[in-house]
């Protein structure tokens, strides 16, 4: 949410997707994927300020896979 003019918003917004892919994400759009992932749409995960959680399980979904 923005006062800001719609267009000024998008520019921003496309600003940041591609820093973050600079950054190494594969993602098109990563901050419209994490403002998904807390929605009740998504049953199986949870995000936290602890991380991403199975919400069935309880525990905190590792991020980087194979690293422990």
């Known amino acids: 949410m923005s006062t800001d003019p719609a267009n000024k918003v998008m520019k921003e917004i496309d600003t940041l997707n591609r820093i ?3 950054m190494g994400s594969e993602l098109p759009s990563p901050f419209m994927t ?3 992932v807390s929605l009740p749409t998504v049953p199986e995960l949870g995000l936290t300020d602890q991380g991403l959680i199975n919400v069935k399980t309880h525990r905190i979904v590792p991020l980087v896979v194979g690293y422990e």
Request: avoid cysteine; glycine fraction near 34%; aromatic fraction near 16%.
């Open 34 to 36: 994490l403002s998904f």
């Open 20 to 22: 973050v892919g600079g």
